[in-house]
């Protein structure tokens, strides 16, 4: 019997479009997220209190980082302490932006750390003005918020008001960032060395501090040098016995 099931037509066959004619959907942009109402609060705060104090803010990893104005610095730690109820400090310092000189000088290669350390200038969170900044990080024990704050000193002359006055425990900090990067605070009842001696000559926390230093000229206070633990220890020198004599106990012969 004779197969009678009908051709099927082109009308029958649906289109199908050759893929280099279809038109490609441009990816969905990422969703802004929204800001943390935390974070909104503590800059509407700020900004009620110092009015265009504010350069640049920033969320990392949910910590809201704040860069004002150096003028600003030094109300700053009334605003943190009273509007932002921000009763316990947990620390001041400073930090240099310049990159680590390679050893060997600018040619040098190998640089063996992950990441690779740039070569060029880099900023953090919120950005910076130049090389050196201070920051400090304040918390309210009650509300369970607190910011950090950063401010661009100046690279000749690095200096900020004290907060000693608002958190008497800015002192340690304060005296440490002076020692280790060489910035200045202002209203300090006594900046004065933690670490090092009086006589200490530079900051070691600055990326351009040598650290052959200590080669070039003798590390301050050192009053002796240990000898390697492979050198051989130097024999006592024996006084010479004249020739002809005999060693005696001191007694006489039996």
């Not at 200045?184 to 926390?205: C, I, K, N, V």
Request: aromatic share 8%.
């Amino acid at each position: 019997m004779p197969d009678e099931t009908p051709e099927p037509s082109d009308a029958d066959v649906p289109a199908v479009a050759e893929a280099s004619d279809a038109p490609v959907a441009d990816a969905a942009p990422e969703p802004e997220p929204e800001p943390d109402p935390t974070h909104v609060e503590l800059l509407a705060r700020i900004e009620g209190a110092l009015p265009d104090a504010v350069i640049e803010h920033a969320d990392v990893f949910g910590n809201l980082v704040v860069r004002i104005r150096p003028g600003a610095w030094g109300d700053f730690a009334g605003v943190a302490k009273s509007t932002l109820e921000c009763d316990y400090l947990s620390f001041v310092s400073a930090i240099d932006w310049a990159p680590a000189p390679k050893e060997g000088g600018d040619d040098a290669s190998g640089d063996t750390s992950s990441p690779v350390q740039p070569s060029e200038m880099t900023f953090g969170a919120a950005g910076s003005a130049g090389r050196f900044q201070v920051f400090a990080h304040v918390q309210s024990t009650a509300r369970h918020w607190g910011c950090t704050v950063k401010v661009d000193v100046d690279e000749a002359q690095p200096a900020v008001a004290s907060w000693v006055s608002v958190y008497p425990g800015a002192d340690w900090h304060e005296r440490e960032a002076w020692e280790m990067y060489g910035v200045r605070f202002d209203g300090h009842p006594s900046l004065r060395h933690l670490y090092l001696p009086a006589e200490f000559e530079g900051h070691p926390l600055r990326k351009d501090f040598p650290l052959l230093a200590r080669v070039v000229k003798p590390w301050p206070g050192l009053v002796d040098v240990e000898g390697m633990p492979a050198e051989p220890e130097s024999e006592p020198e024996v006084a010479a016995v004249g020739a002809g004599s005999e060693p005696t106990d001191g007694g006489g012969e039996e």
